[in-house]
């Protein structure tokens, strides 16, 4: 039906709603009829799927073929014991990727777009997917339109409808029935707005008629909701070498099955599944073909754990920059402090005017010079405050609460206290922007035409041009502008948030420029108190070489006055100035300043541009629609959870559910201990790895008849120690000095140092476990000497482990999912060397003496590794001893 075309009283009654909104039972009948307010309904991998997908490995098929070989040629132990080991490590591979599965729909979840509707006459806010028909919407500046709507109800309402028509301007949008025989295209349809538009300026209220498949982004389900699971550089990198190291271990393995082919010069068809039973084994247990995966699943647990401290990833590669953030830019209001308002001064007619009480408390006081006022002498700027206004104050059973913003809510607050009303019928709004700074209000009060405005003081004063002096209305003279200005600086040094107010009647009702020509009504200082723990905040992002910046677009004395409190340097900068530098002058400017005051968000464009020529990875807080382009291009955008607009969570990486500046800190932290982890993680991976390659690859080169390992043993190795306790470094927690450490300067730790390391460590394993191996392989039993590298790969592996944790400076109980892992890889080994399990592996009891072989070998590659630790840590301390 084409609602464009109908009355408002005619859409309301084939909906069946009204301006009132719709009554919780009548939406949810509704809900029932027209289902879930969902474009496109995203498939989510079942537990079954997921795990069969563990499966899905070309390695995986090539080794159940040879167990199947094995079967048919009278090996059934060998068959059963291969099965069972692939299937617990296929188990244990489903109850990780389930788990990081369900971690990113939790994730999805939570970062759905919320939308304000009229219910049971009440405003409230839900989730855009409850969003039915006849729903009454309240659009304002920065909403992600949710369905689509016929208005009825527009003060400048502007909305940019590019994501479905391609044009780039906004489109004005109003209330009139538009009378078309023809369809009209969508962006002719000025009467409505569309589900998955913007609104980048202005207010207004509107009615569902279409959700879901049924809107017109819906019909040819082109929108994409929730978080886009993007591959990070890091998983990229990694990704990449995980290919290289691949092909390279699959050469080895085909190596080593023809070389153990040739040596034993036994071609019959059991030694040739055998032999291919061990290269693919060994395939299996060294290519780190899950590497990429795994670091998924590591973001994606981590960032559970920053959403537990109120910081909501959107994206996965945010996870990797955070850790490399150089300079945070915050915003003041809601970041820094708690934004809750609540005025503290009044100038009004030359009067400093002390308010006490204008926060949610009962009653409200005023007092001039410490005498009571009777709030009736400066009744119009109070009741500017009032009527000048788009909050909603609610009082239930003596509980008050608003809708809102808070700072609009904190002028009703004290204005209703002081017993103010508004009489009048609004008969136009002229909303703010951050471009205007200002708001105005046309009302018919009286049979009078009034326009009440409210903004920033210098903005009001340079439109008005009387003043109110003795009651009276008087010109607006350089010595009163004086005058004015002086107030302003002297709540601003406080710390105060400053507000000018204005009116003007309008002659006849016309609204032709009406924001000229005002008589400035006076002052109102509010108070935003800071959050108790931002001093400390700052204090351990310095220690951990991250710049603070505060961008705001108070006064440059109120956000000195703020940044003295919270120990910046105070240095500050105007908007005004930095319009005036170029390129280099504002990467200057940037690097010397910390406070930036009276800031557009245009200039938090240039801010970000500037501080990433300096080559400083930003991130960037912002709440309006305009912050968008800057949130885009830091390298984390960081939106306001509790007020943001839903434009600027879409531009964003991250959301701050709690909006405070410590939930940033705590982000970077957690930042830095998942990358940390990822790194251990891989350096383990691949030193153990590649040291399993070495044991089967050197005898073979030698000509050995006999290999160290059978493919059962380095199934079991693979599972013991690729598995519960290389994954729980994972959840290791960050070292003391995490946040004291500098900004890495990017996420590739795969360098020369890194791979010296894994070769260096891999070569010591390998030496000390072939040593063995070489030493008892003429006098005892091939299975005998078979368990005994067995023993001495895993408890290399282990020692690998508590070695990489050591350089972090971790205590040996500090992770307990780490102990429970390697327990339980202990527990495993001794029931397969000690119980008649050890029939299926090939392995035998070691007696102690043989134990004793066993510890002798790990400590001589023990000795060797903290002997080559000590030599770098000499070299490091003594740089300019180093060879050249």
Not at 85 to 92: D, E, Q, R, Y
Not at 160 to 165: G, K, L, R
Not at 196 to 213: D, H, K, L, W, Y
Not at 815 to 820: A, E, G, P
Request: with cysteine.
């Amino acid at each position: 039906m084409d609602y464009y075309k109908e009355s408002i009283e005619g859409v309301f009654r084939k909906l069946k709603t009204g301006k009132s909104g719709l009554s919780s039972f009548e939406a949810e009948k509704k809900q029932q009829e027209h289902g879930l307010n969902i474009t496109k309904e995203e498939k989510k991998a079942s537990a079954v799927s997921i795990f069969f997908s563990q499966f899905n490995d070309f390695f995986v098929y090539m080794l159940l073929f040879a167990g199947v070989v094995t079967l048919f040629l009278g090996h059934a132990a060998d068959f059963f014991a291969i099965f069972a080991i692939l299937f617990l490590i296929v188990v244990f591979g489903f109850i990780q990727n389930y788990k990081a599965e369900k971690a990113i729909q939790a994730l999805k979840k939570l970062s759905e777009t919320k939308s304000r509707v009229m219910r049971n006459n009440e405003i409230i806010q839900i989730p855009s997917s409850k969003v039915t028909i006849g729903d009454i919407l309240l659009l304002s500046e920065g909403d992600k339109v949710p369905a689509d709507a016929r208005i009825f109800e527009a003060h400048n309402l502007l909305a940019d409808e590019s994501s479905i028509t391609g044009e780039s301007l906004p489109v004005h949008k109003h209330t009139k029935q538009i009378s078309s025989k023809a369809s009209l295209a969508i962006g002719d349809r000025k009467n409505c707005v569309f589900a998955g538009t913007n609104i980048v300026e202005g207010n207004g209220r509107a009615v569902v008629f279409s959700i879901a498949r049924s809107t017109e982004i819906g019909k040819v389900a082109s929108m994409m909701e929730g978080i886009k699971e993007e591959k990070t550089p890091l998983q990229k990198r990694l990704a990449e070498l995980a290919k290289k190291l691949s092909i390279g271990i699959i050469l080895i393995a085909a190596f080593v099955f023809v070389m153990n082919i040739f040596i034993k010069k036994d071609f019959s068809l059991l030694a040739i599944n055998n032999n291919f039973l061990i290269a693919v084994s060994l395939a299996v247990a060294a290519v780190p073909q899950g590497l990429p995966a795994v670091i998924t699943i590591s973001m994606a647990l981590g960032t559970r754990a920053m959403a537990k401290n109120n910081a909501l990833v959107r994206r996965l590669p945010s996870v990797e920059t955070l850790g490399s953030t150089s300079v945070i830019c915050t915003d003041k209001t809601g970041t820094l402090t708690k934004n809750e308002m609540s005025v503290e001064k009044i100038f009004f007619d030359r009067n400093e005017i002390d308010v006490i009480g204008s926060g949610f408390e009962s009653s409200v006081e005023f007092r001039v010079k410490g005498k009571k006022a009777s709030p009736r002498s400066f009744e119009r700027i109070l009741k500017t405050a009032l009527v000048c206004n788009n909050s909603t104050i609610q009082n239930k059973l003596g509980k008050v609460s608003f809708t809102g913003d808070p700072t609009e809510a904190a002028l009703s607050i004290v204005a209703m206290k002081a017993g103010i009303t508004a009489n009048g019928r609004k008969t136009r709004e002229f909303a703010f922007s951050s471009r205007r700074k200002m708001m105005s209000v046309a009302v018919l009060e009286n049979g009078k035409h009034i326009l009440y405005s409210k903004g920033a003081p210098d903005v009001l004063i340079k439109k008005s041009s009387y003043v109110i002096e003795n009651g009276k209305k008087k010109p607006l003279g350089a010595k009163e502008k004086a005058r004015l200005e002086k107030a302003i600086d002297g709540f601003a040094e406080n710390g105060m948030r400053v507000l000018g107010f204005a009116y003007r009647e309008l002659r006849k009702g016309s609204l032709d420029n009406p924001e000229q020509s005002l008589v400035f009504l006076g002052l109102m200082g509010l108070i935003d108190p800071l959050r108790e723990e931002v001093a400390d905040s700052i204090r351990a992002c310095r220690s951990a070489g991250i710049e603070v910046k505060m961008i705001t677009g108070d006064y440059p004395l109120t956000a000195k006055a703020i940044g003295k409190k919270i120990g910046m340097r105070g240095r500050v900068i105007t908007g005004s100035e930095l319009e005036l530098l170029n390129e280099k002058g504002l990467q200057k400017a940037v690097a010397k300043y910390d406070i930036f005051a009276r800031v557009n968000p245009e200039h938090k464009l240039r801010i970000v541009n500037a501080l990433q020529r300096n080559k400083h990875i930003v991130a960037m807080t912002g709440d309006g629609v305009n912050d968008s382009p800057a949130l885009k291009k830091a390298d984390i955008g960081i939106s306001m959870g509790l007020n943001g607009t839903e434009v600027a969570k879409e531009a964003s990486d991250m959301i701050l559910v709690d909006n405070s500046f410590k939930s940033i800190a705590k982000a970077v932290f957690e930042g830095r201990r998942i990358f940390n982890n990822i790194k251990k993680f891989v350096l383990f991976m691949l030193s153990t790895n590649l040291s399993e390659v070495l044991v089967i690859l050197i005898p073979t080169i030698l000509g050995y008849r006999i290999l160290p390992l059978a493919a059962i043993q380095i199934l079991w190795i693979n599972l013991l120690t690729d598995g519960p306790p290389s994954l729980a470094l994972g959840v290791d927690p960050a070292s003391k000095n995490i946040m004291k450490e500098k900004p890495r300067k990017n996420s590739n730790f795969v360098d020369a140092a890194f791979i010296a390391n894994i070769i260096i460590v891999a070569s010591i394993i390998t030496a000390a476990t072939l040593a063995l191996f070489f030493i008892n392989a003429p006098s005892q039993s091939l299975e005998k000497t078979q368990t005994m590298v067995f023993l001495s790969l895993i408890s290399f592996e282990i020692l690998r482990l508590y070695h990489i944790r050591k350089r972090e400076k971790l205590g040996f109980f500090s992770n307990r999912w780490l102990i429970l892992a390697v327990a339980a890889s202990l527990l495993m080994t001794f029931i397969a060397i000690y119980t008649p399990l050890n029939i299926f592996l090939r392995l035998v009891p070691l007696s102690l003496v043989e134990l004793g072989h066993v510890m002798l070998t790990l400590g001589a590659g023990l000795i060797a590794i903290v002997l080559i630790d000590f030599i770098v840590f000499v070299v490091r301390k003594n740089p300019a001893k180093r060879p050249a």
